[in-house]
């Protein structure tokens, strides 16, 4: 049977390899190049997205290849993509893109949809080969056997995952978009929208000092290291078995790279690598300036870092994800502008009958003291 190089041809899958070494690399000791990597992820899994619903939606995909798609995806998901950057640090702060990750956030949830939608009916539904597809599990096993059940359940959770986060993100910035256009007209506060507004405003993350056990936080960093170190070379042996088990030819071999359009790909992803070796060992030759979040000082045990933990928050249940707000607000044209609160009129006339006690005092004082032959200074109100 053959295989579509255009989908998952040796230069592509090559690219996509690299581009998983090299976004691992950086993860782990380049903090600096960790944003562009995340977005060059996020731009390889958009290509294969779009290609898979393309020819899904023309029906000329078939059940395996859309297995190896699928296989390319999850290697992204579990290696090395981050949503919110936290498995990229070991403590503090690593910036990324608000705009990518909203892209990452919206992209797994389509292809964890989409993976749902294939376990269930996809894959009897597409096209089938002369011979039963069988993927690499541990071991050859048949797709439409008990692996197909494993696979529907971590599509389903990856979906509810996913798609939880999708769904608070988009009522985050619907309700953000109402009040700040409710703001915009009438100010903030109108009505019963204050009292509104002033809870959605307590929900804004507070920066402030928090003590990190640097013991308990390597604990976690390394284990999290090494489950993505070994989910990428998992990844690669199931998809590599996956496409000689099933005889898929014109994808394999040296043959398989000479077209262009796999050469190209391939070169991609072997240039970016080389690149960031090459920032890797300029690093090792200087002395640092200021350490890098990723590394510590076996000697600590506690250090002092910035966190931003919210007082309220209409998500507060989920301890990460409540940060879509304080996204949102990131962007400069939706900046909340402070306005000035009417002061109320029995503040006021309070306020004046104070100031007019204050003035009778003054002046009897003074006449007092001229009474008693004393100077009297000018007094400014």
């Given at each position: 049977?053959?295989?579509d ?5 040796l ?13 691992f ?26 290609a ?6 023309l ?19 579990f ?11 070991l ?16 992209l ?6 989409y ?17 039963p ?12 056997g008990w ?19 999708v ?12 009040v ?10 109108h ?18 000092d ?22 990428i ?5 199931a998809?590599?078995f ?7 030819q014109?994808?394999?071999?040296l ?5 262009t359009g796999?050469?190209i ?23 640092p ?24 928050s ?10 879509f ?12 502008r ?25 002046t009897?004082?003074?006449?007092e ?11 400014k109100?």
């Amino acid at each position: 049977m053959t295989g579509d190089p255009d989908l998952y041809g040796l230069g592509i899958r090559l690219g996509v390899y690299f581009q998983w070494v090299t976004a691992f690399i950086a993860n782990c000791w380049v903090p600096e190049e960790i944003e562009s990597q995340l977005d060059a992820n996020t731009i390889f899994m958009f290509a294969i997205y779009v290609a898979m619903q393309r020819v899904t939606l023309l029906r000329t995909l078939r059940s395996v290849d859309a297995i190896i798609l699928l296989q390319i995806s999850f290697g992204y998901f579990f290696s090395v993509l981050s949503l919110f950057g936290y498995r990229t640090r070991l403590y503090g702060k690593i910036y990324i893109s608000t705009v990518g990750t909203w892209a990452r956030l919206f992209l797994t949830g389509a292809i964890s949809g989409y993976s749902v939608w294939y376990w269930f009916d996809g894959v009897v539904a597409m096209q089938q080969g002369p011979c039963p597809p069988v993927m690499f599990m541990f071991a050859k096993v048949r797709v439409l056997g008990w692996a197909r059940y494993v696979w529907k359940t971590a599509a389903l959770l990856c979906a509810g995952y996913f798609g939880l986060l999708v769904l608070v993100g988009v009522v985050s910035a619907l309700i953000w978009a109402g009040v700040l256009c409710h703001v915009s007209f009438f100010g903030p506060q109108h009505g019963g929208w204050q009292h509104f507004w002033e809870l959605v405003t307590q929900s804004l993350p507070e920066e402030k000092d928090m003590k990190v056990d640097v013991q308990q936080a390597k604990k976690s960093y390394h284990l999290l290291r090494l489950f993505n170190l070994v989910f990428i070379p998992y990844s690669i042996i199931a998809i590599e078995f996956t496409i000689n088990w099933n005889h898929l030819q014109s994808v394999t071999g040296l043959h398989g790279i000479y077209p262009t359009g796999q050469l190209i790909p391939a070169l991609i992803g072997a240039a970016g690598l080389g690149r960031l070796l090459w920032v890797l060992l300029l690093q090792s030759t200087e002395t640092p300036e200021k350490p890098r979040s990723n590394v510590v000082d076996d000697d600590l045990k506690v250090v002092t870092v910035k966190s931003y933990q919210s007082r309220f928050s209409p998500l507060d249940g989920f301890k990460y994800h409540s940060k879509f707000l304080y996204w949102i607000l990131s962007f400069s044209f939706i900046q909340r502008r402070e306005r000035p609160r009417p002061i109320p009129e029995e503040t006021v006339e309070s306020t004046a009958a104070e100031h007019v006690t204050e003035i009778d005092a003054i002046t009897t004082l003074s006449a007092e003291t001229k009474q008693q032959g004393g100077n009297v200074k000018e007094i400014k109100i």
